[in-house]
T-cell receptor, first 114, second 112 residues
Framework: SQTIHQWPATLVQPVGSPLSLECTVE??????LYWYRQAAGRGLQLLFY??????ISSEVPQNLSASRPQDRQFILSSKKLLLSDSGFYLC?????????????FGEGSWLTVV | QKEVEQDPGPLSVPEGAIVSLNCTYS??????FMWYRQYSRKGPELLMY????GNKEDGRFTAQVDKSSKYISLFIRDSQPSDSATYLC????????????FGKGITLSVRP
């Protein structure tokens, strides 16, 4: 069966510090990978998605970047965090040819920028 | 008009009640419809998945799609306190890399 791991689960970072959130998927190959942010009252916002190694599409211009160094690894980064980067970050995957592109989420990472 | 609208809630019901959660959408190209359940401070989990119009039942949960009205529903029978969570509707067009469009979610509380 497929599993998705995301870490760290919680972190508190000062403004201006760097960020690295990591996500790995097991039990499947060549998945589509996603980073979402969820803010209270604003729903799920798609930040980045990737259909293959080194292929990253950005949905929203922002202070964040993503990378996919390996087939089942997805990393969300920032060089300098802003207060507005606080939120709940979710990694997700879907089968590349899956019907309806059902996506499966990780447990999420709570980021507080202080 | 947003592509997907979901009642903002919150919704509070007594244990055993029948719950109806609804979403409307504007894009007639949507063919796949999903409901996700999200417990507090956790990632969303897929609850129900349907293709095109019709009903799908899974235990106490029934998903209903009415494409002519661009309206989808999730019914929960005999609601339990463990059903207390945020429910998000999601939908997508056909195509391998079509992305999901989510509703904002509604928080349900089932009182013992």
């Amino acid at each position: 069966s497929q599993t998705i791991h995301q870490w760290p689960a919680t972190l508190v970072q000062p403004v201006g510090s760097p960020l690295s959130l990591e996500c790995t998927v097991e039990g499947t190959s060549n998945p589509n990978l996603y980073w979402y942010r969820q803010a209270a009252g604003r729903g799920l916002q798609l930040l980045f998605y990737s259909v293959g190694i080194g292929q990253i599409s950005s949905e929203v211009p922002q202070n964040l970047s993503a990378s996919r160094p390996q087939d089942r690894q997805f990393i969300l980064s920032s060089k300098k965090l802003l207060l507005s980067d606080s939120g709940f970050y979710l990694c997700a995957w879907s089968r590349a040819q899956g019907a309806g592109n059902t996506i499966y989420f990780g447990e999420g990472s709570w980021l507080t920028v202080v | 008009q947003k592509e997907v609208e979901q009642d903002p809630g919150p919704l509070s019901v007594p244990e055993g009640a029948i719950v109806s959660l609804n979403c409307t959408y504007s894009n007639s190209a949507f063919q796949y419809f999903m409901w996700y359940r999200q417990y507090s401070r956790k990632g969303p989990e897929l609850l129900m998945y349907t293709y095109s119009s019709g009903n799908k039942e899974d235990g106490r949960f029934t998903a209903q799609v009415d494409k002519s009205s661009k309206y989808i529903s999730l019914f929960i029978r005999d609601s339990q306190p463990s059903d207390s969570a945020t429910y998000l509707c999601a939908m997508s067009r056909t195509g391998a890399n079509s992305k999901l469009t989510f509703g904002k979610g509604i928080t349900l509380s089932v009182r013992p």
